[in-house]
């Protein structure tokens, strides 16, 4: 005989069992929802022939040694990005019009179509965070950044430089507590005295620094370079101070007027100017440094990267050995041009097949450099 609570009970628990499967399948269907909408990353877009990166590439194709890409093709490469480049010359009418339009003043430069970067979201977020973005283009300058030292060409030249005739113009940007510049000092003298058509600026500028030390010591070497060029000792004095740094790790006041000395400045009266210039108590000089940095942004110079070089007030790079190569691709008309540019090819095959901390192309301009090979 079965009792009517029981007869209740059964219907109750096969209920509630029923119930406990549907909570458990709907929990699952939503689970797998989640995971497909919300945790699974989005599918990456076909490139298709529509999905393609356009760029048009401003160039100075009359420059017969000057880059005829740009270093964003190598990177779209490297991130699987698909693109067609169009190669403009810079100076031809459609080149002129979208420097204008897209305000450049140095190639080569990547005008670069927004769409199609979606190929790659971490390369379209740091170009889009990064560079000028104007009528759905992505304005990409030439930069410093792979394969030193790099070609570029100025489209317009500040007023103030010009180039005077039968003569070959070199502004040289380096700053003093730089190794490399002060190498290039030497390289650009016995440059002049193998061609003496040769018409060099040098302007001392002070890159950043980043500890108090470091930006007090390179603003004293630097300082002693303005007051020895302005009291004419300025060749003489800046080996000296140079040679000093390498071989005893630092520079002071005391060494400094040791090297004004040997420089040729045997009188008591110019060395105690030289002395009373370094000190800088006008701070004179620390105000003529920044001077040269305002000039450099004039012309764009990168202030980080030293030393810069400005060649017949049109063309740019940064590296101080490749200086002889440079100078013969822009003038091969020189005499003995034929045989630097034969030996620097040479040089470079061999330096295919090794890897060197510095490829030093001519030897002869480098008798007095000290490697570096850390």
Same mark, same amino acid.
């Given at each position: 005989?079965?009792?009517?609570?029981?007869?209740?009970?059964?219907?109750?628990?096969?209920?509630?069992?029923?119930?406990?499967?549907?909570?458990?399948?709907?929990?699952?269907?939503?689970?797998?929802?989640?995971?497909?909408?919300?945790?699974?990353?989005?599918? *990456?877009?076909?490139?298709?022939?529509?999905?393609?990166? /356009?760029?048009?590439?401003?160039?100075?194709?009359?420059?017969?040694?000057?880059?005829?890409?740009?270093?964003?093709?190598? $990177?779209? @490469?490297?991130?699987?990005?698909?693109?067609?480049?169009?190669?403009?010359?810079?100076?031809?009418?459609?080149?002129?019009?979208?420097?204008?339009?897209?305000? +450049?003043? *140095? !190639?080569?430069?990547?005008? +670069?179509?927004? $769409?199609?970067? @979606?190929?790659?979201?971490?390369?379209?977020?740091?170009?889009?965070?990064?560079?000028?973005?104007?009528?759905? =283009?992505?304005?990409?300058?030439?930069?410093?950044?792979?394969?030193?030292?790099?070609?570029?060409?100025?489209?317009?030249?500040?007023?103030?430089?010009? !180039?005077?005739?039968?003569?070959?113009?070199?502004?040289?940007?380096? @700053?003093?507590?730089?190794?490399?510049?002060?190498?290039?000092?030497?390289?650009?003298?016995?440059?002049?005295?193998?061609?003496?058509?040769?018409?060099?600026?040098? =302007?001392?500028?002070?890159?950043?620094?980043?500890?108090?030390?470091?930006?007090?010591?390179?603003?004293?070497?630097?300082?002693?370079?303005?007051?020895?060029? /302005?009291?004419?000792?300025?060749?003489?004095?800046?080996?000296?101070?140079?040679?000093?740094?390498?071989?005893?790790?630092?520079?002071?006041?005391?060494?400094?007027?040791?090297?004004?000395?040997?420089?040729?400045?045997?009188?008591?009266?110019?060395?105690?100017?030289?002395?009373?210039?370094?000190?800088?108590?006008? $701070?004179?000089?620390?105000?003529?440094?920044?001077?040269?940095?305002?000039?450099?942004?004039?012309?764009?110079?990168?202030?980080?990267?030293?030393?810069?070089?400005?060649?017949?007030?049109?063309?740019?790079?940064?590296?101080?050995?490749?200086?002889?190569?440079?100078?013969? /691709?822009?003038?091969?008309?020189?005499?003995?041009?034929?045989?630097?540019?034969?030996?620097?090819?040479?040089?470079?095959?061999?330096?295919?097949?090794?890897?060197?901390?510095?490829?030093?192309?001519?030897?002869?301009?480098? !008798?007095?450099?000290?490697?570096?090979?850390?």
């Amino acid at each position: 005989v079965h009792s009517p609570s029981s007869a209740a009970t059964a219907p109750a628990s096969k209920a509630w069992m029923i119930g406990l499967v549907l909570v458990v399948l709907i929990g699952g269907v939503g689970f797998l929802i989640y995971q497909k909408l919300i945790i699974s990353p989005p599918p *990456v877009p076909v490139a298709g022939e529509d999905n393609r990166v /356009q760029i048009k590439l401003l160039v100075d194709t009359q420059c017969t040694f000057c880059p005829q890409d740009n270093t964003i093709l190598l $990177k779209f @490469d490297q991130s699987g990005i698909t693109y067609d480049v169009q190669r403009i010359d810079a100076f031809s009418e459609e080149g002129k019009q979208l420097a204008q339009e897209f305000d +450049i003043n *140095v !190639v080569p430069a990547a005008l +670069i179509s927004v $769409k199609g970067l @979606d190929q790659n979201a971490e390369v379209q977020f740091a170009l889009q965070s990064l560079y000028r973005t104007k009528s759905g =283009t992505v304005i990409f300058p030439e930069s410093f950044l792979d394969g030193q030292p790099r070609t570029l060409t100025y489209l317009t030249t500040p007023t103030a430089c010009s !180039v005077e005739p039968n003569t070959i113009r070199i502004d040289a940007y380096l @700053d003093y507590a730089c190794k490399p510049c002060a190498e290039a000092h030497f390289i650009l003298e016995k440059l002049q005295t193998d061609f003496n058509q040769l018409d060099v600026h040098v =302007t001392p500028i002070q890159y950043r620094r980043f500890t108090q030390p470091q930006i007090d010591a390179a603003l004293l070497n630097n300082t002693g370079a303005l007051c020895a060029e /302005q009291l004419g000792y300025f060749d003489s004095y800046s080996e000296c101070a140079f040679l000093d740094t390498q071989l005893l790790g630092a520079i002071d006041e005391n060494r400094m007027v040791s090297c004004l000395f040997q420089a040729g400045a045997k009188s008591k009266e110019k060395r105690d100017e030289f002395r009373a210039c370094i000190e800088d108590t006008n $701070k004179t000089m620390q105000n003529k440094l920044l001077e040269n940095i305002r000039q450099s942004y004039e012309w764009k110079v990168p202030s980080k990267w030293t030393p810069a070089f400005i060649f017949d007030c049109k063309y740019s790079f940064v590296g101080h050995n490749a200086l002889p190569v440079f100078l013969c /691709q822009s003038h091969p008309e020189l005499q003995g041009c034929e045989e630097i540019i034969e030996e620097a090819e040479q040089r470079a095959l061999q330096d295919q097949n090794k890897q060197s901390p510095i490829n030093i192309y001519i030897p002869d301009y480098n !008798v007095r450099v000290i490697t570096d090979t850390n």
